[in-house]
């Protein structure tokens, strides 16, 4: 997939205000790019509707409507809530050759975008981010 050079992040921090700010585990997989390990994180199975946000600045990056059982251990989803929400960058680290998702707002790591694989979605793409990543925000049930 094309990489997505977004701009500078709007929201800057120093590492020292990231880990005062997240808890180890956010830290370590926002800031350090680590990965949750699968079918821990809290929201691979919700089907809440609702807007998932950035649990690093806030920004909202994710609609529970593209939301989809891929059964890969993760929340995944077909799309992002708007084309520049994210970022895309080719990650080659683990020895594959990987896109990994960053926020745009404030550049931490969410997790990895696949394609191709067969999913039956719009996209075909399969946006895997990690639970800790996202805050999800319930839409007000009338
Ligand atoms: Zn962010």
């Known amino acids: 997939m094309k990489p997505v050079v977004g701009a500078a992040p709007k929201v800057v921090k120093s590492d020292q205000e990231w880990r005062q700010q997240l808890t180890p585990d956010e830290y370590r997989v926002l800031r350090q790019a680590g990965t949750e390990r699968a079918f821990t994180g809290e929201y691979t199975d ?3 509707v609702g807007v998932y946000a950035c649990r690093a600045c806030g920004a909202e990056l994710f609609r529970s409507s593209t939301k989809f059982e891929s059964h890969c251990g ?13 970022i895309l960058r080719d990650d080659s680290t683990m020895g594959m050759a990987r896109t990994e ?14 394609e191709g694989e067969g999913y039956d979605t719009p996209t075909d793409q399969r946006y895997c981010i990690n639970s800790i990543s996202l805050t999800l925000s319930p839409d007000d049930q009338a």
């Open 46 to 48: 919700t089907s809440t």
């Open 74 to 86: 993760w929340p995944s989803f077909f799309s992002p809530l708007a084309g520049d929400a994210v």
């Open 101 to 114: 998702v960053l926020c745009a707002t404030c550049h931490s790591h969410l997790g990895h975008v696949f």
